[in-house]
T-cell receptor
Framework: GENVEQHPSTLSVQEGDSAVIKCTYS??????FPWYKQELGKRPQLIID?????GEKKDQRIAVTLNKTAKHFSLHITETQPEDSAVYFC??????????FGTGTRLLVSP | ETGVTQTPRHLVMGMTNKKSLKCEQH?????MYWYKQSAKKPLELMFV???????ENNSVPSRFSPECPNSSHLFLHLHTLQPEDSALYLC???????????????FGQGTRLTVV
């Protein structure tokens, strides 16, 4: 089955800096790669996703890149703000059958 | 509110009890999931149902028993649990798009389970 690895497990940055979280996946058939943000005490919520026919996607301060050959994808957050502090999860899927998550990255943005 | 509702929000049960977690989605999705979230293994996939058929088990202990009576409802029946089963149990749903993948998964608020 699919295996998703995520690094780093914790990331501390100063407000205004950029943050990068990286994930690798094992199943070359995976074609959907979402990123979720989970704030303390709340449910995970989708922030951005990318499909295997696209190499990069941006949404304001958030961007995701995908390298299918190397089987890795990354989340980039620019101009970080304290409200970006949360746990971020990457995931890989090949349809409904699997939606496997990485182990999460705790991002702390200090004012 | 994401359209996925879980009850109860909190549950404390003894190791000899039998209880059930309920999940309901009003999004018209055809796939539903149970995840276990603990400090040791965040977002661990337990079960997947598509069109009411179970398609993923992930070697979950038999003390956890899922039930999906229709595409909108999902249950997790619990019996003779262990203290290490204490965790946040999250339900999610998505729409399977066949060969093109699936849509975003929407999560419920979760049930915080404590086994004493």
């Amino acid at each position: 089955g699919e295996n998703v690895e995520q690094h780093p497990s914790t990331l501390s940055v100063q407000e205004g800096d950029s943050a990068v979280i990286k994930c690798t996946y094992s199943d070359s058939a995976s074609n959907y790669f979402p990123w979720y943000k989970q704030e303390l005490g709340k449910r995970p919520q989708l922030i951005i996703d990318i499909r295997s026919n696209v190499g990069e996607k941006k949404d304001q301060r958030i961007a995701v890149t995908l390298n299918k050959t190397a089987k890795h994808f990354s989340l980039h957050i620019t101009e970080t703000q304290p409200e970006d502090s949360a746990v971020y999860f990457c995931a890989a899927s090949k349809g409904f059958q699997t939606l496997v998550f990485g182990t999460g990255t705790r991002l702390l943005v200090s004012p | 509110e994401t359209g996925v509702t879980q009850t109860p929000r909190h549950l404390v049960m003894g190791m000899t009890n039998k209880k059930s977690l309920k999940c309901e989605q009003h999004l018209g999705h055809n796939a539903m999931y149970w995840y276990k979230q603990s400090a040791k293994k965040p977002l661990e996939l337990m079960f997947v149902y598509n069109f009411k058929e179970q398609t993923e088990n992930n070697s979950v202990p038999s003390r956890f028993s899922p039930e999906c009576p229709n595409s909108s409802h999902l249950f997790l029946h619990l019996h003779t649990l262990q203290p290490e089963d204490s965790a946040l149990y999250l339900c999610a749903s998505s729409q399977d798009l066949g060969g093109t993948g699936s849509t975003e998964a929407f999560f419920g608020q979760g049930t915080r389970l404590t086994v004493v």
